[in-house]
């Protein structure tokens, strides 16, 4: 079993930034696949950034170039660096785990919400 455990979300300006962490916990493939999606009363869920265990990462079209999302293998932890944040990138941000470098993210965190005012 792995869990995953998120923290840094909270409220921000415009343009301000906000850093994310996601530490995951358990049976921990060496090969896998950590992200990050987010999601808000009006939306499904939707991909933001998703980084495999080789650092090969993709993002959403909304958040490139001002999000970046990076991870400590040793400390099995995922980061979302949020720049340029904007009002419409307020949501319940959830961390993702999966065992694999393709397919359905396997193992969800609780959610942490960010509010971006403007």
């Known amino acids: 079993q792995v869990q995953l455990v998120e923290s840094g979300g909270g409220l921000v300006q415009a343009g301000g930034s906000l850093r994310l962490s996601c530490t995951a916990s358990?049976?921990?493939?060496?090969?896998?696949?950590m992200g990050w999606y987010r999601q808000t009363p009006e939306k499904q869920r939707e991909l933001v950034a998703r980084i495999t265990s080789g650092h090969s990462t993709n993002y959403a079209d909304s958040v490139k170039g001002r999000f970046i999302i990076f991870r400590d293998n040793a400390k099995n932890t995922v980061y979302l660096q949020m720049n340029s944040l904007k009002p419409e990138d307020t949501a319940v941000y959830y961390c993702?785990?999966?065992?694999?470098?393709?397919?359905?993210?396997?193992?969800w965190g609780k959610g942490t919400l960010v509010t971006v005012s403007s």
């Open positions: 993702a785990y999966r065992a694999r470098l393709y397919g359905d993210m396997d193992v």
């Open positions: 358990g049976s921990i493939f060496s090969i896998n696949t």
